[in-house]
């Protein structure tokens, strides 16, 4: 059983380059999310989905965005990347809300 | 904008003592979940907890949930180096799935 699964764990980006964070989860969670991690910040909800179809912004939706077209995929699309994205990003999943999985980890440079 | 405030933000201590983190706010949670954060890795749930003033125990760590459900502790009894780690409270305040996480308490255990 993987749980949630993200790739790719390492990047490197210029400034105004773009890319997709994948993420995927085998456990039919309903509920996905995308964080990003910044030093003694905790966690910020980027986006959120309730469902395939579904989805809707967090505290800090500005530069990305995503798409949930299966219950199992969850990407994030970086659109003309800034040093201000430099962050480790977490995708996870939780069925009804109650106790998240999280992937391990994207770590984002961009330079 | 709802806050979760964890304090201490560091705790050193050696081997064998106790400690108490803190994690308060001024809204009331549905729902509050510890979780565990290793280097390079993704937060582990540790435990959720639902009702006020519920108590919950793994092992050497002890879980309460505020009467007023705006508060929560983690105590750990005789702590090992093994529980060195970043730790997280996370918070749904209108029980949509969404946490608010704090901003960490990053605990250190020396042998």
């Known amino acids: 059983n993987a749980g949630v699964t993200q790739t790719p764990k390492f990047r490197i980006l210029k400034i105004g380059q773009s890319m997709t964070l994948q993420c995927t989860q085998d456990?039919?969670?309903?509920?996905m999310y995308w964080y990003r991690q910044d030093p003694g910040m905790g966690l910020k909800l980027i986006y959120y989905s309730v469902g395939a179809g579904i989805t809707d912004k967090g505290e800090v939706p500005n530069g990305y965005n995503v798409s949930r077209s299966t219950t199992e995929d969850f990407p994030l699309r970086l659109e003309l990347a800034a040093p201000s994205q430099t962050s480790v990003y977490f995708c996870a999943s939780s069925f009804g809300g109650r106790g998240y999985t999280f992937g391990s980890g994207t770590r984002l440079t961009v330079v | 904008t709802q806050l979760l405030e964890q304090s201490p933000q560091f705790l050193s201590i050696q081997e064998g003592e106790n400690l108490t983190v803190y994690c308060n706010s001024s809204?009331?949670?549905?729902?509050l979940q510890w979780y565990r954060q290793e280097p390079g890795e993704g937060p582990v749930l540790l435990v959720t907890?639902?009702?006020?003033?519920e108590v919950k125990k793994l092992k050497r760590l002890t879980f309460q949930f505020g009467d007023a459900r705006k508060d929560s502790s983690l105590h750990i009894t005789a702590a090992q180096p093994g529980d060195t780690g970043l730790y997280l409270c996370?918070?749904?305040?209108?029980?949509?799935?969404?946490?608010?996480f704090g901003q960490g308490t990053t605990l250190q255990v020396k042998p």
């Open positions: 996370a918070g749904d305040s209108s029980n949509t799935g969404k946490l608010i």
């Open positions: 809204s009331v949670f549905s729902s």
């Open positions: 907890v639902v009702t006020g003033g």
């Open positions: 456990m039919n969670h309903n509920y």
